[in-house]
Structures are given as structure tokens and as C-alpha cells.
């Protein structure tokens, strides 16, 4: 049974940093691509940040410069540095795991709430 299971969302200040974390299990960790979405009132889901099986990595133009999406492949464990943050940032955020090799596999967390008051 894959699971997803987030932490570190809250309630913080403008201008604040979090750090979300998401430990999977179930998977092989290490060969899927993981990636943050988060999804605001009345908004579609949309794409924060992502990084490969290798490393690389991906940001939303919104979020450049100000979060960093990082990897333990050990832990099993992704995270989401997120630092200057506003108002807009305020979500639901959800981790994703996909792998597309031998067949295409895609999982969600049960996302956790991300509150940037000004």
C-alpha cells in the first residue's frame, strides 16, 4: 500500500518561512520523480516544484528564488523549503510521486494546509 504523508504546514506571518516534509512508503522512492502541487480556494491544483530520480529540478515561475525542493533518498523523505512568503502562497499543498517506467504510476499525499497571513 503506497502512502504519501505530509507535515509542516501552518499558520505564519508574511515574509515567514516553513518547511514541508513528505515521507513516502510502499515505493521505490528512489525511481520516482517527486513534486509539491498546491491547490488554493477555487483554484485548480498547480504545480509548485519538482526533482527527478536524478536530481534535477523544477519551480513554478511564482515560487523562484524563494523555495527549494530537496530529496533524501535514505529517508524516503522530500521536502519544500519555503522562505519569503506571501499572502498568495496560502493552500493546500500535496505531495505527488510519479514514475513512468514499466508502466505509469502516480500518487497523491492527503495534502497539508499552508496559511500566509499579512
Known amino acids: 500500500q503506497v502512502q504519501l504523508v505530509e507535515s509542516g504546514g501552518g499558520l505564519v506571518q508574511a515574509g515567514g518561512s516553513l518547511r514541508l516534509s513528505c515521507v513516502a512508503s510502499?515505493?521505490?522512492?528512489?525511481?520516482?520523480?517527486m513534486g509539491w502541487y498546491r491547490q488554493a480556494p477555487g483554484k485548480q491544483r498547480e504545480l509548485v516544484a519538482f526533482?527527478?530520480?536524478?536530481?534535477?529540478?523544477n519551480y513554478a515561475d511564482s515560487v523562484k528564488g524563494r523555495f527549494t525542493i530537496s530529496r533524501d533518498d535514505i529517508k524516503n523523505t522530500v521536502y519544500l523549503q519555503m522562505n519569503s512568503l506571501k499572502p498568495e502562497d496560502t493552500a493546500v499543498y500535496y505531495c505527488?510521486?510519479?514514475?513512468?517506467?514499466?508502466?505509469?504510476?502516480?500518487?497523491w499525499g492527503q495534502g497539508t494546509q499552508v496559511t500566509v497571513s499579512s
Open positions: 510502499g515505493i521505490i522512492f528512489s525511481t520516482h520523480r
Open positions: 505527488n510521486a510519479y514514475r513512468r517506467w514499466s508502466g505509469e504510476y502516480e500518487y
Open positions: 526533482i527527478t530520480s536524478g536530481g534535477s529540478k
